[in-house]
């Protein structure tokens, strides 16, 4: 019996990469294409001037510049040097891990196209990135590092996540640039493809291993369900152009609770906490752990009533 269920676990482990490495690729050749290609000083002189407007540019900078949540802090120091408001630096690099196409496709697609999940996702994140960038603003001035004392540097933040950001020189041949744009991308989807594994594998085990009656018992409770599908959103580490299709084998909890693992995941994991905490002051980065918390697990609360 035990064997059976290793070779079952290992099947659905195995069918879960295989729906989202597609999706996982594809965003980590538009996160290399981003870093390499897109103008931000270009950007950053269209950004409005009033609070909403640049709440708007946060949310919706996705779309133009879709990242994963790894890419998105370091991009977002990169923008906060060459003059971006923080209030749309911080709320762009919240939001844009989820409100990008691939991302949004990919829930689509995991979830059977059910347009509920893609739109209560997006609001969810949305509304948390708003308010901790609105919170965050005073944090930071544009134009000027993150923090003196940071002991992670933009570039260290690039090796970390394997970006393999290099200098965009004109020197070299085509093929060159081709080949660095190629390995970029190759190294993110290498980089976060173990953080994809991993929450299969988890999701898989939960599955096969868990006792039926503890089964039932957090089908049976929203707000546990929740709770307990955040903390697995924290500690598992999948990328968001991958997480919906870990979300989605959860099929014994309330749709609720798939929403704050794919909300909360691409805002706060174990990853990310580290990044907050080494790229921006102490107290900024409290906040970028805390309100999205927050805010995910009253939203989702709020959703479970509304998306059955």
Not at 46 to 54: F, S
Not at 209 to 223: D, E, H, K, N
Not at 238 to 261: H, I, K, M, N, R
């Amino acid at each position: 019996m035990m064997l059976q269920d290793i070779q079952l676990m290992s099947r659905i482990a195995v069918s879960i990469v295989l729906e989202a490495a597609p999706f996982l690729l594809l965003g980590s050749l538009v996160s290399a294409a981003v870093d390499r290609y897109v103008d931000t000083e270009r950007i950053v002189s269209r950004i409005p001037q009033g609070a909403l407007g640049r709440i708007t540019v946060g949310l919706l900078g996705g779309m133009l510049m879709p990242v994963c949540e790894c890419g998105s802090v370091p991009l977002a120091r990169r923008l906060l040097e060459k003059g971006v408001p923080p209030l749309s630096a911080v709320t762009y690099m919240l939001a844009a891990p989820v409100i990008n196409p691939v991302v949004m496709l990919s829930t689509y697609v995991a979830f059977s196209g059910n347009f509920q999940m893609v739109v209560g996702r997006v609001f969810i994140v949305a509304c948390s990135a708003a308010l901790t960038g609105w919170l965050c603003r005073g944090y930071l001035r544009a134009g000027r590092p993150a923090d003196s004392k940071c002991s992670l540097s933009l570039s260290d933040l690039n090796h970390l996540h394997s970006h393999g950001a290099q200098s965009r020189s004109t020197a070299g041949c085509n093929c060159r640039t081709v080949l660095d744009f190629l390995s970029s991308g190759a190294s993110e989807f290498l980089e976060m493809g173990k953080y994809l594994v991993l929450g299969a594998l988890a999701s898989a085990a939960f599955k096969v291993f868990l006792p039926w009656q503890l089964v039932q018992v957090i089908a049976g409770s929203m707000p546990l369900s929740i709770v307990v599908l955040m903390i697995l959103a924290v500690l598992l580490c999948v990328c968001s152009e991958a997480d919906a299709f870990v979300a989605a084998s959860f099929v014994y909890v309330p749709p609720a609770a798939q929403l704050g693992f794919m909300a909360l995941g691409a805002m706060v994991d174990l990853k990310l906490i580290g990044m907050y905490f080494g790229a921006f002051p102490k107290k900024m980065a409290w906040t970028l752990v805390i309100v999205p918390m927050v805010c995910v697990l009253g939203l989702t609360f709020f959703s479970g009533y509304l998306i059955r």
